[in-house]
């Protein structure tokens, strides 16, 4: 079935640092793909959506030059996080919408997960 | 605005029992999609289920089913025979007209199953 993929699973940087993490749909192109960031115990909270080709859409309150978003192709998107800061570690998801097709209905999937701790 | 609400932050249930998580929506468009995934341990968001709002029937996969009822904007998840490995984080969520919109999820439900 449809897969998205992240990388890195998991970082651990130095405050100041930037990081990067990259999403890829594996066997479907999209768009459209979102990312979402998720604390502990608490529910997934959007940041931006990602459309391939034009400036991603950013949510009330996500610093846009703090949480870089390119999404460079129709398999990619990739989030950078610029200056990292403790306050920034978080679970990082990355989701591609598949539309439906011959076989299958439509749906949104979601890729593993980053962890990321900032020291 | 579109809202979910799960109003089970938490569930125990007994192996091989059925369970009803909870969902109830607000919306103003005449087109949307319910989702529900599950969040185990290791973090990863699985699919498990989708329901078009014009679809007649409810949804169906495999032990999973959405118990759809439009009137009262609920998309209750149902799982039969659950197991040991169904115990996890739930979480409800939709989008509205516009396919690029983004989904918003209901604040989940952690289901425990006991053996």
């Known amino acids: 079935g449809a897969v998205v993929s992240q990388h890195p699973s998991w970082v651990i940087c130095k405050s100041g640092t930037s990081v990067k993490i990259e999403c890829r749909s594996l066997d479907f192109q999209a768009t459209t793909m979102f990312w979402y960031r998720q604390f502990p115990k608490q529910s997934l909270m959007l940041m931006a959506t990602s459309n391939e080709g034009s400036k991603a859409t950013y949510e009330q309150g996500v610093e846009k030059d703090k949480f870089l978003i390119n999404h460079a192709s129709l398999t990619l998107s990739t989030l950078t996080v610029t200056s990292a800061h403790p306050e920034d570690s978080s679970f990082y998801i990355c989701s591609a919408r598949r539309l439906a097709g011959e076989g299958f209905v439509e749906t949104q999937y979601f890729g593993p997960g980053t962890r990321l701790l900032v020291l | 605005a579109q809202k979910i609400t799960q109003t089970q932050p938490g569930m125990f249930v007994q192996e091989k029992e059925a369970v009803t998580l909870d969902c109830t929506y607000d919306?103003?468009?005449?087109?949307?999609?319910l989702f529900w995934y599950k969040q185990p341990s290791s973090g990863e968001m699985i699919f498990l289920i989708y329901?078009?709002?014009?679809?007649?029937q409810n949804a169906t996969e495999g032990r999973y089913s959405l118990n759809f009822q439009k009137a009262r904007k609920s998309a209750n998840l149902v799982i039969s025979a659950s197991q040991l490995g169904d115990s996890a984080m739930y979480f409800c969520a939709m989008y509205g007209m516009n396919r690029d919109d983004k989904i918003i999820f209901g604040k989940g439900t952690r289901l425990h199953i006991l053996p």
């Open positions: 919306t103003s468009d005449q087109s949307y999609g």
């Open positions: 329901q078009g709002s014009y679809d007649e």
